[in-house]
């Protein structure tokens, strides 16, 4: 299976795959925070990727936040081949909230990596400018880290933030 099979999966398939731990987390949260075991750890068996959510004191509002966490590093860490022809819906106006965003960062990325960390061929096969491609990355900071480890991989220098 490949990262678009497993982003595209449901919640509960995605669970399926996971290995899932409950712990009792530390910090602040009141009286209850130590009596119940409501912070979750998933492992993503086939990937290797791990997240937790211990943010709430609910378990069930904990799991669905490392469900959330556990796409968005399949989209950020694993990449893939680039199609054939760019999607036509693909645009770098999307917010962090935008459903499609974590899926526009792997796109971003896999070019990213298929054009050796080079910022500027990347965004001429986006159809962008290069200043769109760099406010796109330093949209989020693990996007951004994302993109300066994929640059240093290549064997060039970080990008700097505007």
Known sequence: MTRS??????DPQLLAQCEVDTYRASGPGGQKRNKTSSAVRLRHLPSGLLVIGEESRSQHENKA?????????LWLALREPLPADLPSDVTLNVGRRDERFWPTVGLVLDALEQFTGQVSTTAEWLGTTTGSLIDFLEMEDTVWTE????????????LRQG
Not at 67 to 72: A, C, D, G, H
Not at 147 to 152: D, E, G, H, P, S
């Open 5 to 10: 099979t497993w982003t595209s999966l449901t």
């Open 65 to 73: 936040r490392a469900l959330r966490r556990i796409r968005q590093r």
């Open 147 to 158: 993109a300066n480890r994929i640059r240093q991989r290549h064997g060039l220098g970080q």
